[in-house]
């Protein structure tokens, strides 16, 4: 479409590399969730794999902190426009957590405090792809930033890492989450600019 | 489990500016006409993008002001962030037939629908309170009965958005309630010191938890955080309240 605004683009932000079409830098933290900010005690905190044949294995906090850590550097991209970049988070591969899950499914559902989910394809959590993060810049991750715990999936845009997990269920087919029900993209490519349904 | 019915393709649509209202000194409200435009429903959203005469393009995301009715106008109020490159541009800019482009309606959580049959507590700070407008405004286009509730935080009283239209909702729609308050000053007067919303506020001018109102919050994320929890607090339930947050970055 031939649009052009004379007159617009004098104040344009600095052109920075590493930024997705139609995206912004931000060096704040904005925060995005559908509703009040959930704080889990960390004695109920739980993280639960559930494959499709219905085999569960749990996690406690202390078990979760347990685990191998990595941490990790990476640039976030919010469906919202914004993007920030090179974060830093203490985390727990998710290849770590699946390590023992056998599974025939290619997507799954990642579930949260408070009945939030949103729909992710198994190989996209795959090959230090993905983790959950429990530390944002060396601190303990705040409850409004998704703590105690959150996904990191740094390629898709960053609705796909959920707030406050707790669980993530194996799926033979796709079905979409919270946001992709709203009428988000079922994938979130932030490269492809899949904002949302049909882009 | 049921697969969801899942929306369309959103499309680039070019918008035509066909009357603009400044609504505060720092905040202007403009007409857009959009051919074709699908409708909407009150408190979801729009993208805009505006393109450079050197192919350089930006996109923000705005709330819907507007009640959507037949033929009608999409409407948004932008509230200009100095630090800004698109608000400044649509506030100060922008004028009457010149176009820009948009596509939407995005969202389908944060919005009240006519059919809902709860009271409704809506909780606005500063510009968060222009998608809770479009909802005021659907509720009176459609005559509904649902008990309303709006409790409004600005600053001041020059920085209240739909200054003029909001105390005709409240004389002319029965079942709507507006409490002003106001966090650096008070209008002449006014019996409340300025303060920003706490429990008292939310418990005296809100639904109490019982009536089981569907709650929409919307503002700045400090707002938006202190007003979810006191929510919370008080014993509604968190699955009936709904959030949107403005980042303040755009």
Not at chain 1, 15 to 44: C, K, M, N
Not at chain 1, 115 to 121: A, F, H, L, M, R
Not at chain 2, 43 to 56: K, N, S
Not at chain 2, 129 to 140: I, Q, S, T
Request: with cysteine; charged share 25%.
């Amino acid at each position: 479409m031939g649009i052009i605004s004379r007159g617009f683009g004098g104040r344009r932000r600095e052109s920075v590399p590493g930024l997705p079409p139609g995206q912004y830098l931000t060096h704040d933290f904005p925060v995005l969730s559908a509703g009040p900010t959930p704080r889990i005690p960390l004695d109920r905190w739980s993280f639960t794999v559930t494959a499709e044949t219905g085999e569960r294995k749990s996690w406690n906090w202390q078990e979760f902190t347990a685990l191998p850590h990595e941490d990790v550097t990476v640039d976030i991209h919010c469906v919202t426009k914004w993007s920030k970049l090179g974060t830093t988070w203490r985390s727990v591969s998710i290849d770590t957590l699946l390590e023992d899950v056998e599974t025939a499914a290619d997507y799954t559902m990642v579930h949260s405090f408070g009945g939030y989910t949103t729909n992710v394809p198994l190989e996209d959590l795959l090959d230090g792809k993905a983790w959950i993060a429990y530390k944002f810049d060396g601190e303990d991750l705040e409850p409004e930033h998704g703590g105690p715990a959150r996904m990191l999936i740094p390629h898709l845009y960053f609705w796909k890492s959920a707030k406050w997990v707790n669980g993530l269920e194996m799926m033979a087919e796709d079905e979409p989450g919270f946001w992709e029900a709203a009428g988000y993209h079922m994938y979130g490519d932030p490269w492809l600019e899949q904002r949302y349904q049909g882009d | 489990m049921a697969r969801a019915a899942l929306p369309g393709r959103l499309t680039w649509r070019a918008a035509t500016l066909t009357e603009a209202r400044q609504e505060t000194p720092s905040a202007r409200t403009l007409m857009l006409d959009v051919p074709d435009w699908p409708g909407h429903l009150p408190g979801q959203h729009v993208d805009v993008r505006l393109t450079a005469p050197d192919g350089y393009r930006a996109q923000r995301s705005y709330s819907i002001a507007s009640a959507w009715a037949e033929g009608g106008n999409v409407e948004l109020t932008i509230q200009r962030l100095d630090d800004g490159e698109v608000s400044p541009y649509l506030t100060d800019v922008l004028e009457v037939g010149d176009q820009i482009e948009l596509r939407g309606p995005v969202g389908g959580w944060f919005v009240w629908r006519e059919t809902q049959p709860r009271p409704v507590l809506l909780l606005g700070g500063g510009s968060g309170v222009v998608p809770l407008m479009a909802m005021v405004r659907a509720r009176g286009l459609a005559k509904a009965r649902q008990p309303f509730r709006l409790i409004y935080s600005v600053r001041t009283p020059w920085d209240v958005l739909y200054r003029d239209e909001l105390p005709r909702h409240v004389r002319d729609n029965p079942g709507f309630d507006l409490y002003l308050n106001y966090t650096r000053k008070a209008p002449e007067g006014s019996p409340n010191a300025p303060k920003r919303i706490d429990v008292a506020t939310i418990n005296t001018h809100g639904w109490p938890p019982d009536f089981e109102p569907d709650c929409y919050v919307c503002g700045p994320t400090t707002f938006v955080e202190t007003a979810a929890d006191i929510l919370v607090a008080l014993g509604h339930d968190p699955k009936r309240i709904r959030t949107e947050r403005f980042g303040g970055t755009s």
